[in-house]
């Protein structure tokens, strides 16, 4: 049965991978690993890895009911021997992709025991969220044992989240963890706005401050409780954040930030006293806050350089922190660079018609196969609007089934099509209302279409100014992180049709949720991560993209679909 | 045979080939067309469609930059031509982005769409000190268009319209103004005469403002 939480315009079979295996005889079960969630089943060799993960209780995206089309199911083989890879993973996946272990999940059966890595784009919401603050990156460090006794604070003070994160200082192991919107949010949605707002009210910047400390606070109070500690026993605190939020915090002033040549007020690292900022720790505890890069990236991308690894890498590689501002890092030859993009807040779901920031109800995956349209909500909740990745896949698929083409025009004649208000552009319904109470028609409009356009545009160009800027062709790069909540719940596959990101193979491409919160308990407990910050810094190489000639004509070639 | 020439040219402006467009402007003066014939007759036609196309959403800014780029092109061919036969452009713009402010694709875009609107336009670019515009207004420049992309920028607007004040030009020139943070109620509250959404509508906004009729064949010519 196809799951119930997808919205269904026809019928869709049971999964199919499985019925046209050979008859397999009596054969031993096996053990499947779902890693990094530590979920395991033992399964009949029969079944499709797809249900042996419904078994592990791991949840699967699936929207083509396991036929092999939709390719949600994405898993990458560990450990263990699977079945030959069907036409349907033939189709979509390269064969360097195949060589490392990517397979749908939906499509292969278990000849071994296993051990499957399901990267968070495949999951279910809950189960991702869960990951965002958790997540070992594959072959990352984990925190290393310290010198110190006494607990540790992190925080990642993001513009729309605050992340936290109690540590034992002595072993390294995270004790809690914390999340929170950050209140500054009614200021400001986003960080030019909060900065505005100090420019126009006198106490703007008091209230700014004010409402990031009691953020700190409330999260610190979580984080004891929830680990049975005393506020006394934190000797160490760390703090990363984008410049901006860094100086609000600081109290630093913040206007020169809203105008060119977008100057930090001060960009290197600090160590204070927790009152300093306002935290109520004891007064010997030390807060660290690290260097900043530029006006526009601060201490958090230099936390994700350190927890990804790209700060020391030999290859070429690139990570990328996709929000409604963009920070990328290219990594080549030992040199790093550093731009910023101004992507806008649609990856956010503002400017779009019925576009809503994630949550439940909020459309997340779109498939359209035979002018029929699937969709998957997050939670299951009916529709009630679409966010960000549901976006970047809805676009996608309306670019392969051809209604749309590669300016973003759409064929009059494609089925779900119709004329927009007041005669302006046109519509395409994803989900149209029915008698059920609370059911809403969801219609992506042209000009949401565009909004993607110049939202992936200006990504997509950073990326490429730097790889000139580097010397490197855009193929050479060898690995692409993707951080930060929103690159969690992104479709990669759908990233790259689209062009937000370089037609790289899947396998090069790598999910690594809140690696700045990674990053920032490192630097509690790693003298290593601390003498690297200063190391990063040196080396950075800001790019201005504003002044850049090749920026405006990328930025524009990159609109294409 | 004139007007399929002037079709042709049209044509091409509308579908931006950038790389066809001079040797069918050239092939229309072979003919004996003249500047002034293929500017009113296949020109600004083109770019009014081009203009209404982008305002009901059937293209967007790079098919509309693709067409700019074509009337450029036709443009710089025939502009020793307009000098020699007396043609003068129909106004003096001075374009540019406020103090504080880098953000440009979007001036830039305004500018060729009014260059294609048979306008002289002098971009001062990016970052600009008020007194520069009061210089270009002094130049000789009738319509001031101001540009921001920021909310903490758009507040360097009221500088130069307190400039062209304190220079006593202020009632000579029309200022309008454009950037995402900015819109009419804005464009009311400092004073502007004008705001307009996208390049294509400043076109329609700067001939409104100078007494202009909107329908390319009424178009006055003044220095």
């Given at each position: 049965?196809?799951?119930?939480?997808?919205?269904?315009?026809?019928?869709?079979?049971?999964?199919?991978?499985?019925?046209?295996?050979?008859?397999?005889?009596?054969?031993?079960?096996?053990?499947?690993?779902?890693?990094?969630?530590?979920r395991?089943?033992?399964?009949?060799?029969?079944?499709?890895?797809?249900?042996?993960?419904?078994?592990?209780g791991?949840?699967?995206?699936?929207?083509?009911?396991?036929?092999?089309?939709c390719?949600?199911?994405?898993?990458?083989?560990?450990?263990?021997?699977?079945?030959?890879?069907?036409?349907?993973?033939?189709?979509?996946?390269?064969e360097?992709?195949?060589?490392?272990?990517w397979?749908?999940?939906?499509?292969?059966?278990?000849?071994?025991?296993?051990?499957?890595?399901?990267?968070?784009?495949?999951?279910?919401?809950?189960?991702r969220?869960q990951l965002?603050?958790?997540?070992?990156?594959?072959?990352?460090?984990?925190?290393?044992?310290g010198?110190?006794?006494?607990?540790?604070?992190?925080?990642?003070?993001?513009?729309?989240?605050?992340?936290?994160?109690?540590?034992?200082?002595?072993?390294?192991?995270?004790?809690?963890?914390?999340?929170?919107?950050?209140?500054?949010?009614?200021?400001?949605?986003?960080?030019?706005?909060?900065i505005?707002?100090?420019?126009?009210?006198?106490?703007?910047?008091?209230?700014?401050?004010?409402?990031?400390?009691?953020?700190?606070?409330?999260?610190?109070?979580?984080?004891?409780?929830?680990?049975?500690?005393?506020?006394?026993?934190?000797?160490?605190?760390?703090?990363?954040?984008?410049?901006?939020?860094h100086?609000?915090?600081?109290?630093?002033?913040?206007?020169?930030?809203?105008?060119?040549?977008?100057?930090p007020?001060?960009?290197?690292?600090?160590?204070?006293?927790?009152?300093?900022?306002?935290?109520?720790?004891?007064?010997?505890?030390?807060?660290?806050?690290p260097?900043?890069?530029?006006?526009?990236?601060?201490?958090?991308?230099?936390?994700?350089?350190?927890?990804?690894?790209?700060?020391?890498?030999?290859?070429?590689?690139?990570?990328?922190d996709?929000?409604?501002?963009?920070?990328?890092?290219?990594?080549?030859?030992?040199r790093?660079?550093?731009?910023?993009?101004?992507?806008?807040?649609?990856?956010?779901g503002?400017?779009?018609?019925?576009?809503?920031?994630?949550?439940?109800?909020?459309?997340?995956?779109?498939?359209?196969?035979?002018?029929?349209?699937?969709?998957?909500?997050?939670?299951?909740?009916?529709?009630?609007?679409?966010?960000?990745?549901?976006?970047?896949?809805?676009?996608?698929?309306?670019?392969?089934?051809?209604?749309?083409d590669?300016?973003?025009?759409?064929?009059p004649?494609?089925?779900?099509?119709?004329?927009?208000k007041?005669?302006?552009?046109?519509?395409?319904?994803?989900?149209?209302?029915?008698?059920?109470?609370?059911?809403?028609?969801?219609?992506?409009?042209?000009?949401?279409i565009?909004?993607?356009?110049?939202?992936?545009?200006?990504?997509?160009?950073?990326?490429?100014v730097l790889a000139?800027?580097?010397?490197v062709?855009?193929?050479?790069?060898?690995?692409?992180?993707?951080?930060?909540?929103?690159?969690?719940?992104?479709?990669?596959?759908?990233?790259?049709?689209?062009?937000?990101?370089?037609?790289?193979?899947?396998?090069?491409f790598?999910?690594?949720?809140?690696?700045?919160?990674?990053?920032?308990?490192?630097l509690?407990?790693g003298a290593e991560?601390?003498?690297?910050?200063?190391?990063?810094?040196?080396?950075?190489?800001y790019?201005?993209?504003?002044?850049?000639?090749?920026?405006?004509?990328?930025?524009?070639?990159?609109?294409?679909? | 045979?004139?007007?399929?020439?002037?079709?042709?040219i049209r044509?091409?402006?509308?579908?931006?080939?950038?790389?066809?467009?001079?040797?069918?402007?050239?092939?229309?003066l072979?003919?004996?067309?003249?500047?002034?014939?293929i500017?009113?007759?296949?020109?600004?036609?083109?770019?009014d469609?081009?203009?209404r196309?982008?305002?009901?959403?059937?293209?967007?800014?790079?098919?509309?930059?693709?067409?700019?780029?074509?009337?450029?092109?036709?443009?710089?061919?025939?502009?020793?031509?307009?000098?020699?036969s007396?043609?003068?452009?129909?106004?003096?713009?001075?374009?540019?982005?406020?103090?504080g402010?880098?953000?440009?694709?979007?001036?830039?875009?305004?500018?060729?769409?009014?260059?294609?609107?048979?306008?002289?336009?002098?971009?001062?670019?990016?970052?600009?000190?008020?007194?520069?515009?009061?210089?270009?207004?002094?130049?000789?420049?009738?319509?001031?268009?101001?540009?921001?992309?920021?909310?903490?920028?758009?507040?360097?607007?009221?500088?130069?319209?307190?400039?062209?004040?304190?220079?006593?030009?202020?009632?000579?020139?029309?200022?309008?103004?454009?950037?995402?943070?900015?819109n009419?109620?804005?464009?009311?509250?400092?004073?502007?005469?004008g705001?307009?959404?996208?390049?294509?509508?400043?076109?329609?906004?700067?001939?409104?403002?100078l007494?202009?009729?909107?329908?390319?064949?009424?178009?006055p010519?003044?220095?």
């Amino acid at each position: 049965m196809p799951s119930p939480r997808v919205t269904w315009q026809s019928i869709a079979g049971e999964s199919k991978g499985a019925a046209n295996r050979p008859h397999m005889g009596e054969m031993p079960k096996v053990r499947v690993d779902f890693e990094p969630l530590d979920r395991w089943a033992v399964v009949e060799p029969r079944i499709t890895l797809l249900d042996a993960a419904r078994a592990a209780g791991v949840g699967l995206v699936s929207l083509c009911g396991g036929v092999g089309s939709c390719e949600s199911c994405e898993v990458q083989l560990v450990q263990g021997h699977v079945s030959p890879p069907s036409a349907a993973e033939r189709s979509t996946f390269s064969e360097s992709d195949l060589a490392q272990g990517w397979r749908l999940a939906c499509q292969a059966t278990p000849m071994s025991d296993l051990r499957l890595w399901a990267p968070p784009s495949s999951l279910e919401h809950s189960q991702r969220l869960q990951l965002e603050s958790d997540l070992p990156l594959a072959g990352s460090p984990s925190l290393i044992r310290g010198q110190k006794t006494g607990l540790g604070l992190a925080v990642d003070l993001g513009t729309s989240k605050l992340a936290g994160y109690l540590v034992d200082l002595e072993s390294g192991e995270t004790l809690a963890t914390a999340g929170a919107m950050n209140p500054q949010a009614r200021f400001g949605e986003d960080v030019i706005s909060r900065i505005a707002h100090v420019g126009r009210q006198p106490n703007g910047a008091r209230e700014l401050r004010e409402a990031a400390t009691l953020a700190l606070e409330d999260i610190l109070d979580e984080l004891c409780t929830a680990a049975g500690a005393e506020r006394s026993q934190i000797v160490e605190a760390v703090i990363v954040g984008n410049t901006a939020m860094h100086h609000l915090l600081l109290g630093l002033p913040v206007s020169q930030l809203g105008a060119a040549p977008f100057m930090p007020a001060a960009a290197q690292a600090m160590d204070l006293s927790p009152e300093q900022i306002g935290l109520r720790l004891e007064p010997g505890a030390r807060v660290h806050l690290p260097p900043l890069l530029a006006g526009f990236v601060g201490s958090d991308h230099v936390a994700m350089l350190l927890a990804t690894g790209l700060w020391k890498t030999k290859q070429t590689a690139a990570a990328i922190d996709i929000g409604t501002n963009t920070e990328i890092t290219l990594a080549h030859g030992g040199r790093l660079l550093s731009c910023s993009c101004a992507s806008g807040p649609a990856l956010e779901g503002a400017h779009i018609r019925h576009g809503m920031r994630a949550g439940p109800g909020a459309i997340e995956r779109v498939w359209i196969e035979r002018g029929v349209v699937a969709v998957h909500t997050i939670a299951g909740a009916p529709a009630a609007g679409i966010c960000g990745s549901g976006l970047v896949d809805a676009v996608a698929e309306m670019r392969a089934a051809g209604i749309l083409d590669a300016r973003g025009a759409a064929d009059p004649r494609a089925p779900g099509l119709r004329s927009g208000k007041d005669g302006h552009g046109w519509e395409f319904v994803l989900v149209a209302a029915t008698d059920d109470p609370g059911s809403r028609e969801i219609v992506l409009t042209a000009s949401d279409i565009r909004q993607l356009q110049l939202a992936k545009a200006a990504i997509r160009a950073g990326l490429q100014v730097l790889a000139q800027e580097a010397g490197v062709q855009e193929e050479m790069i060898e690995q692409v992180d993707v951080a930060g909540a929103f690159g969690s719940y992104l479709n990669i596959r759908s990233a790259v049709r689209l062009g937000m990101l370089p037609p790289l193979a899947r396998g090069r491409f790598r999910q690594v949720g809140n690696a700045a919160g990674l990053g920032a308990r490192q630097l509690l407990t790693g003298a290593e991560q601390r003498a690297a910050e200063e190391e990063i810094v040196r080396r950075m190489q800001y790019v201005e993209l504003a002044t850049h000639p090749e920026f405006a004509p990328a930025f524009v070639q990159a609109m294409q679909l | 045979m004139d007007a399929k020439q002037l079709e042709i040219i049209r044509e091409s402006v509308i579908l931006g080939r950038v790389s066809e467009i001079g040797q069918a402007v050239q092939a229309a003066l072979d003919l004996g067309l003249g500047a002034e014939e293929i500017l009113q007759g296949a020109l600004l036609p083109a770019m009014d469609e081009v203009g209404r196309r982008f305002e009901c959403e059937q293209i967007f800014v790079p098919e509309m930059m693709a067409s700019a780029k074509a009337m450029q092109t036709s443009l710089k061919l025939l502009r020793p031509l307009f000098a020699q036969s007396g043609v003068e452009p129909v106004a003096k713009v001075v374009l540019g982005t406020v103090q504080g402010d880098m953000h440009d694709i979007g001036k830039n875009l305004v500018g060729l769409m009014l260059e294609g609107g048979g306008f002289q336009v002098q971009d001062l670019g990016t970052n600009v000190h008020p007194g520069r515009f009061v210089q270009a207004v002094q130049g000789g420049a009738v319509i001031v268009g101001l540009s921001a992309l920021l909310t903490t920028t758009m507040t360097n607007m009221p500088a130069v319209l307190r400039a062209l004040e304190a220079a006593g030009v202020r009632e000579r020139v029309k200022v309008i103004i454009g950037g995402a943070p900015v819109n009419q109620a804005y464009a009311d509250e400092i004073g502007a005469d004008g705001y307009a959404p996208d390049a294509s509508r400043a076109v329609g906004l700067a001939r409104a403002l100078l007494g202009m009729s909107s329908a390319v064949t009424g178009l006055p010519l003044q220095g």
